[in-house]
């Protein structure tokens, strides 16, 4: 596999930083999650909000996913884990899904262990973007 560099704005940088480290995060994150996760926040170039393109997968992203083996397709929103139960279709970013999209650009594969099609899956469309709105807030 040939090395990324993860895009990432400031502020979820910097706020997925602040929950890696909670006792909140260890207690609900998906086995390996945090450590994978953090690599990304090490490895990622921290961009501001305004500046990131609109093909990358950003906190509160909605984006469309299409399995490589099936074309099974599904629709998620990577979210905080407080605000799963409070968005359509979202994914935590603390579960093996979310934290294997954030940071991701349109095209890249993704791999879905937990779900009967492990894909790979292919990152189609990022739908809703909060920075391309300009909701540099979410």
């Known amino acids: 596999m040939k ?6 704005t400031e502020t979820d940088r910097w706020r997925l930083g602040r929950l890696l480290v909670s006792d909140a995060a260890r207690a609900v ?18 961009m501001l909000s305004e500046l ?3 093909d990358v997968v950003t906190m509160n992203s909605t984006v469309h996913l299409v399995s490589e083996t099936s074309g099974a397709r599904i629709v ?4 905080y884990p407080d605000d799963v139960e409070l968005v359509d279709d979202g994914v ?3 579960d093996l899904l979310g934290s294997s999209l954030i940071g ?18 292919r990152i189609a469309e990022i739908a809703f973007q909060p920075e391309q709105m300009g909701e540099f807030h979410l």
């Open 3 to 8: 090395y990324r560099q993860y895009l990432m």
């Open 29 to 46: 994150a998906a086995p390996g999650v945090l450590g994978e996760l953090e690599s990304q926040l090490e490895e990622s170039e921290a």
């Open 52 to 54: 990131i393109p609109d």
């Open 76 to 79: 998620c929103t990577v979210v």
């Open 92 to 94: 935590s970013v603390l």
């Open 104 to 121: 991701c650009e349109v095209g890249d594969l993704v791999e879905w262990k937990a779900q009967e099609d492990r894909g790979p899956w």
